[in-house]
């Protein structure tokens, strides 16, 4: 218990000197070590709380993520191999920084934000389409189980019928 406190302490007197000793009217997660710089910077934006989440994700995560996907040839932005990796930074920043001003991610926010990112980059990388399989397959697969049920059946009956319990 007393760790715990202790780590509180130095987290309140690190946010503290962050708001130049002024508690926020709103609480502030300590997941990071970054969370006390985000929550001042939303507790001085001198506007709606939502605008100032919004120019931190963009300024943490979005320039990034945007920047890099510039900066690759257009081709390689619907090989997932090659994007995959910016797309999960681009998820844990945002994840980090709703975890820090304590709101639940994801979050209708996040999910615009997402649609925005695959409006902008992802929009003509092809979809394969999963199709039904040819009828001949499907007969076959439902057909297989079904003529197995009775040999099953009869090889169950046949062998209690001679009274032989042993495999």
């Known amino acids: 218990m007393k760790i715990a406190l202790g780590f509180i302490g130095v987290f309140l007197s690190v946010l ?5 000793g002024q508690m926020m009217p709103f609480a502030c997660g300590s997941k990071s070590h970054i969370c006390p710089e985000y929550c001042s910077t939303c507790y001085y934006f001198a506007g709606p709380t939502i605008h100032c989440i919004s120019i931190l994700l963009h300024n943490e995560c979005l320039k990034i993520f945007e920047d890099e996907m ?31 001003l304590l709101i639940p991610w994801p979050n209708p926010f996040v999910e615009a934000i997402f649609v925005d990112i695959h409006t902008k980059f992802f929009r003509d990388c092809p979809t394969e389409e999963l199709n039904d399989p040819p009828p001949a397959i499907v007969f076959a697969l439902v057909i297989t189980p079904i003529c197995l049920i009775p040999v099953m059946v009869s090889l169950v009956v046949l062998k209690t019928k001679n009274g032989d319990g042993s495999s």
């Open 70 to 100: 510039v900066s690759r040839n257009r081709d390689d932005w619907c090989n997932w191999g090659n994007v995959s990796g910016l797309y999960s930074n681009l998820s844990l920043c945002t994840e980090k920084v709703f975890d820090c």
């Open 16 to 20: 503290l000197d962050h708001t130049n």
